[in-house]
Each structure stands twice: as C-alpha cells, then as structure tokens.
C-alpha cells in the first residue's frame, strides 16, 4: 500500500505571498491531520479533516485553512505569508475516525520557505 | 503547548548499546505513540500502546507505558549507526471531539549512535 503523498516537497515564497500544499492520505484512510513543525515550537497541530469536514482545529490564526475532497485528499492553503510561517508542513492519515483513537501515519512533509 | 516531554534532549551511544528515552505527559491518553524523524523528514510511525497496555515490543524496540505516572518509555536495543534519528512521543488525548485527528508531540530526543 502506498504511502502518505505529500506535493510538493520544497516550496520558496515570499511575504504576502499564498501557498497550497497537497496531501494524498493512505488508501482507505478518511481522517487527514495538518501538522507545523519548526525548531522553535516543535510539531504542532494544524487541524483535521474527515469526510470533507473540519472536525478540529488547532491555535493558528484564520490565514491558515484547509479543505478536503471526496476522495479523502486535502489541500492546506496559507495566506498572507509572513517570514514565521518558514516551517516543514506535515500531513498524517488515520484509518480510525474515533476521536482518541489516532494511529497516524505521516507523509514526507512539504518544506516552506518564506523570504 | 507540548503535552510530551522527552528526556533526555539529546542522547550519544556506541554501536551495540542501548539507548532509552522517556516521555512524560499531562493529561489522561487513548494511547501514545512513538515516531521517528531523520534530518527534517517525515515522521515515521515505530510503535503504538494502548492505555490498557503496560508493555509492548516491535523488533529491537520496546515500549512501556505507565499511566499512574504518566509516562512511557523506549528502548532500543543494540543500537545501529542506522537508529540516529529524532524520536517523539506523541499523545492521543482523551478529551472528546476537541482530540480529533489530533496528536500532542514532546520536543523529541536526538539519538546520535556512533559507528
């Protein structure tokens, strides 16, 4: 089974700028996580989609959202780039809907870079 | 905020020895999982213990789980130059909707296993 897909894996912005990342969950996984990680503030969640519903969110501000298709693929998209932005974007998949019961499995990430 | 704190920070064996890392956590958990992370890549999936599970072994890894002292730890055994890696704990809280698709990661341990 292939595994978490991530497009694309490096992306150079600048401020003010938006970005679109991709994610391809795991065949058969309908729960897609968002997650930022940077060496200041370690991985954190962005927020979660199941069957095209944002089902939580984490503490970012409203210029990063997200969406999902009905083949379970999602999008993060973020607006207004500002240099603190700069962080791998993670996406994880999860097969168990349940809240609590979270066996993630995670793409490669997608590596930003504000300027 | 990190839920997960890993102990030690950073951590230098020898080829063939052991290497042990903890995790200590807050809240009440579904289970906890460990991940592992080379160089800024994705997060790749080692193992998983249930709440109800006191220990669990995978290959050269095992896991310990101790939820009247919130806390986990992982052991690898005759460790390979191979194993040097970041390594998180991440929490699946058990707090309801507000856990959905949503994972808590300490700030991880760095393993360096010396050739």
């Known amino acids: 089974k292939a595994g978490v897909t991530q497009t694309p894996r490096y992306l150079i912005k600048t401020r003010g700028q938006q970005v679109t990342l991709s994610c391809s969950p795991i065949s058969g996984h309908r729960s897609v996580s968002w997650y930022q990680q940077t060496p200041g503030q370690g991985l954190q969640f962005l927020f979660e989609?199941?069957?095209?519903?944002?089902?939580n969110k984490g503490n970012f501000p409203g210029r990063f959202s997200g969406r999902q298709f009905s083949n379970s693929r999602s999008e993060m998209n973020v607006s207004t780039l500002e240099l603190g932005d700069s962080a791998l974007y993670l996406c994880?998949?999860?097969?168990?809907?349940?809240?609590?019961?979270?066996?993630?499995?995670f793409g490669p990430g997608t590596r930003l870079t504000v300027l | 905020s990190q839920q997960g704190e890993e102990d030690p920070q950073a951590l230098s064996i020898q080829e063939g020895e052991n290497a042990t890392m903890n995790c200590s956590y807050k809240?009440?958990?579904?289970?906890l999982q460990w991940y592992r992370q080379n160089s800024g890549r994705g997060l790749v999936h080692l193992i998983l213990?249930?709440?109800?599970?006191r220990e669990k072994h995978s290959g050269r890894l095992r896991v310990t789980l101790d939820t009247s002292k919130k806390s986990s730890s992982l052991l690898i055994t005759a460790s390979r130059a191979a194993d040097t890696a970041s390594y998180f704990c991440?929490?699946?809280?058990?707090?309801?909707?507000?856990?959905?698709?949503?994972?808590?990661f300490g700030q991880g341990t760095i393993l360096t296993v010396h050739p």
């Open positions: 809240t009440s958990i579904n289970n």
């Open positions: 994880a998949s999860s097969l168990t809907p349940l809240a609590g019961y979270n066996e993630q499995f």
């Open positions: 989609y199941f069957s095209e519903t944002q089902r």
């Open positions: 991440a929490t699946d809280a058990r707090a309801g909707g507000t856990s959905y698709g949503k994972l808590t």
């Open positions: 213990i249930r709440s109800n599970e």
